[in-house]
């Protein structure tokens, strides 16, 4: 059987082990396998929320409300937008695919960092369209400005701010400057999924997205519940934008694209503050632990302003063999070989989980 | 900002009301509403189902396990098939634009019945491809055929057994000599969202994945959590084919399309066959009701072969008016108007449920 042409193209995301292939492969006890490798928030969920979904876990054969009304309602309120700038997706993965079947096609192209999360380029090989990358790994604003410049078919531009997987951020002044001199109809995804980690460390870098899309009627920032809001496995994102973007990207959102117990999750969240805060808190802390650890062995690492560090590993050490050994052990951390880097990133664990990754990490890192 | 050509013709779908906007509309108690628009289980979903997920709230912060391995498992030995037969959508509607955006393009064309599930027309327009449909509103083969032959351009067919609005079904033997006349590069898909209420009603209705997929390469069954297993509000669906189908599709599957509890619940749901059993006796036991009902007070009804019934209206009355005077007293049927039909569909509810729907009912009805 014959399929459309663009699929051949395609290799799918291989995303970070899962604990229970670590549990069936290696025969480690669920309980002792330490997760490093998907950024999620390692002080779980906020107990308010968890409590809230239990309470409605006898709804699962009802569908969601698909209006999202309260959860829409919970966003404006916290953003200064109206329900006509606001998207939901199934994880702003969902939305970054309604951008780009929206606006990218065979005849134009899309601009996006060397080294950025995978899934722009996955969704860009989908639709057929030419894919752009700067030469740099990290974001380099005037690579993307020479790129755009010499082209007149760029119809996305991805910034991930603050940067996965390598973890580099830009300011609100970079960024704002860069997209003044964007044409309107180039639309540029600013992709918050880790913004709470970075404007908590330093408020230069802080998008706000009210300000943003009232500035640049081109822009959509994208936000995640995946990450500061510990809710990782319920796929809830956001996209807020002017309502010309945001009405067309609906046109592309399937019904009931987010499951009842996610979007009580989502709504109960936006409402526990301080969970996100306290998280933001000691992720940093212990970042501090992770900077330590790669000096004193001699590791270099990217300044990161998210709830990951990356490793770049000298020559005579190998990406694939470290994070396979770590796995061995019970750790799962990601390797960025596909990424052609020899490097590792580890998601910053809580203070006890941390202290185990460097006991094994210093063993293998030695050994290999 | 100028988008694809294709968004200018799609239209949402309209998804039957939940009972938080009945509620806020109609100043109704969300305790009094009673839905029966979406075809949800009314027996709710299995308590061991709901007692599973409560113990697994607290890993809202985890991604699922991306390879799905146990839901997989489960399915595998339930249908006897193996593991690269085996697609995991977020709904089988995920399934179905999977297959929309493998198969279609702007120079093929799919085919359906003239009315049926919504998604196939929406999946379709969304890559611009031709739509073809019946002129009868159920599924009449001949039609099918007609058709068919007379394009050499059909790359999809949509069978809906049974089918959504409707209620009518087709038997195994219908559709397999239907199949053989369909060319190998033309994919069928057999959407089976309420194929358990059609074969528990009529075993000659009964298609069975395996046999299909073995006699059939071009063919692709799917099944759903969301009717039968009471799991509407979670989202998962299957699909089962041939291997070369599979992998196409699985390249269109973004990575985490389920979350975290719903694959939970889909992995014990499929342990609790006494509930589904159960729900389907009691749908049809109820389900006579109805068409005494429907007989009593002359109207026309389509044998149903699901947890539905359509009612199909006399030229006095109005499905619009009746729909939502119904929607005013907290009943939520789904009107049919928006199919070129003076009908409402019903779900068929508890006992009590239903009850409450035949004053209410009868009532408006000799009203309206």
Known sequence: MNFNEELKDIKNYSAGKPIELV?????????????????????????????????????????????????KDGLLNRFGVTESNIIIGAGSDQILEFIVRAKANKNNSVLMAKTTFAMYEIYAKAVGTAILKTSSHVHKLDEFRDIYKKRDDVKIIFLCLPNNPIGECLTKDEVYQFLREIDDDTLVVIDGAYQEFASYKDKNMKIDPADLIKEFPNAIYLGTFSKAYGLGGMRVGY?????????????????????????????????????????????????????KFANDIGIEIVPSYTNFITFLLKDDKNSTFIANSMLKKGIIIRDLSSYGLNAVRVTIGTSEQNSQFFATFSKIYDAG
């Open 23 to 71: 549990v069936r492969e290696y025969s480690i006890k669920a309980e002792d396998v330490i997760k490093m490798a998907s950024n999620e928030n390692p002080y779980g969920t906020s107990p308010l929320v968890v409590e809230a979904v239990r309470k409605v876990c006898d709804k699962m054969y009802l569908y969601p409300d698909d209006s999202m009304y309260e959860l």
């Open 239 to 291: 996209g807020i934008a002017n309502e010309t973007i945001i009405s067309s990207l609906m046109k592309l959102r399937p019904p009931f694209n987010i499951t009842t117990l996610s979007l009580k999750a989502a709504i109960e969240a936006l409402k526990d503050e301080e969970f996100v805060e306290k998280s933001m808190f000691l992720n940093f802390e212990e970042m501090k632990r992770y900077e």
